[in-house]
């Protein structure tokens, strides 16, 4: 069955091997499926995000404009994916493991489901979270004759998808749920928009009913693939069971290069049920999808870059999300040109933010000091950042002195919110080295970059003068003091994921991230309900860290459920609840701008506002969980030690006051002559 059709004379291909670095460049000569620019568009038309350039488009799935040759990989990248057994899904061929052997001959006829299992291990999946139904079910049958990949059972489908985000974010591997057709797949729903703007890379597997009732309303029949439409980098509704070899690779390949993104595989249970022969060498059918991959950085952009740096006098590095794979090239950037580095929420610990000259994150909740830096600025060097409303405020007086330099892998990106005075469409780890490599050029040939001395004392001038602070309380304990002591005890040598709320953000103020990857948090869409099923994600993923989930009350209760999923699956997550028994960001705001109005915010029993309710800890016991409370700051560090010392999981409930607000604050839409440092609930306004 046709899904979509376009024109495709020429790509040029970018091969990159599993750490992202460029390998080589070639131009592919293919027979387009027709001339021109219209689409054609069928039932099984995989979806169009306007938004995102980096958009997968597919011909048909007959016709014959496949990927003409394939580019070598590095050997070096090869062995490496065989050796960590992961699934990268960078490369153009699945990493197969090294030593796998198929259950089945080769000409041996097995079942859909067994043919998309198998499919998975040949991408090195070894781990995915799933929730079973009618329309899945051949599918977990398959998944119990496969003795490679481990199926952790979360208790709801929101569960595993937040789950395998965490699990991506914290290894760098495409994460994989699966799930039934209807409601099953619609739990989906909010892990997949999550994913797609914080460009996670994500496989989500549903069932769906039989092909001969889609579009009867059949029971428990949903057209996820027109309801993900929107939220997916590309989705497909497989018709044809031989399609489930290169339509796996695709999405594995999908999902992970170019911007990351989810990717979803809708099957329908006849397809899962059908006995085929699989082909494992289908080309992948990519071509304008890959034409439109980052080329190489250019060298004429760089030396405008270089020009910039040496023209100004007030230069910062405002890096995203998009350097977490470059964390290396962004600190040898930042040593070699001495420009100050600020964060947002997404980039923490791409810039070790314990060292002394760390500006940390920027935005309605950053510190004073890095706000000061990029609205002082007179050249802003823009790292795989998007410009969010939540880091620039009133737009038009973001950063309104300086000259911008924008590099990005998402061409989309570049000039949609704010202009850019040098846009380079790039892996910002290529384009970095690229610039580094010419910075140490031009120092060799006697033209060093100026010191911009007098600039970064005078942003460490702002840094002691503005330290990020809090209250001293007698004996009630503060949040924000909790997430130092957290800090202090384990050295920074933790992975935090959180939910969303006040407790997200001193978590991000006050633990101090040195790498990449040790910070778990829901972002763009900022999910309610995320920080537990994504910390039993990265705890599935194997660190060689604790992992621990910091929380708050009406965040936590939002996906309770998953602690009988750590205790099951004998994931031994920490969970330290900042429990003010209120929706506390929300309170914030109505204590600051409306007249203290607490309107539906309270999450205690009404008639007795002075008992904990609900008693996480009763909670944690129905679910075998060990726990407990305290409210005495005395208590504070033998429980955050009791906890961490912990084999298994274990549940701390910290009762904290609600007065507290995170300070700083720039309202939205406001600017940074408008930012607020003092005040909290206990006043009026």
Known sequence: MAALELSAVSSRLTAVDATGIVQKTTTLNAKPAFFGTSVRHTANAPCQRRSRAARAEAPSEGAKAGVASRPAVSQDADLALQSQRVSSGKSLVAPTPKGFVSRYGDNEPRKGCDILVE??????VRTLFAYPGGASLEIHQALTRSDNIRTILCRHEQGEVFAAEGYAKVSGRVGVCIATSGPGATNLVTGLADAMLDSVPLVAITGQVPRPFIGTDAFQETPIVEVTRSITKHNYLVMDVDDIPRIVREAFFLAASGRPGPVLIDVPKDIQQQLAVPSWTQPMRLNAYLSR?????????????????????RPVVYLGGGCLHAADEVREFARLAGVPVVSTLMGLGVYDQSAPDALHMLGMHGTVYANYAVDSSDLLLAFGVRFDDRVTGKLDAFAARASIVHIDIDPAEIGKNKEAHVSMHADVLPALALINDAIKEEAAAGRPLPSYAEWRDECMAQKAQWPLKYPQVSDAILPQEAIEMLYDITKGEAVIATGVGQHQMWAAQFFKYTQPRRWITSGGLGSMGFGLPSALGAMASKPDLPVIDIDGDGSFIMNVQEL???????????????????????????????KANHAHTFLGLPDNEEEIFPDFTKFAAACKVPAERVTRKADLRGALERMLAAEGPYLLDIIVPHQEHVLPMIPGGRTFKDIITEGDGRQEY
């Open 293 to 313: 991959l980052p080329p190489p950085p250019q060298r004429a952009q760089v030396d405008q870059i270089v020009r910039l740096l040496r023209s100004a006098k």
């Open 564 to 594: 009988a999923t750590i205790t099951a699956e004998k994931l031994p997550v920490k969970i330290m609840i900042l429990n003010n028994q209120h929706l506390g960001m929300v309170v914030q705001w109505e204590d600051r701008f409306y």
């Open 119 to 124: 499919a998975l291990e040949r991408e090195g």
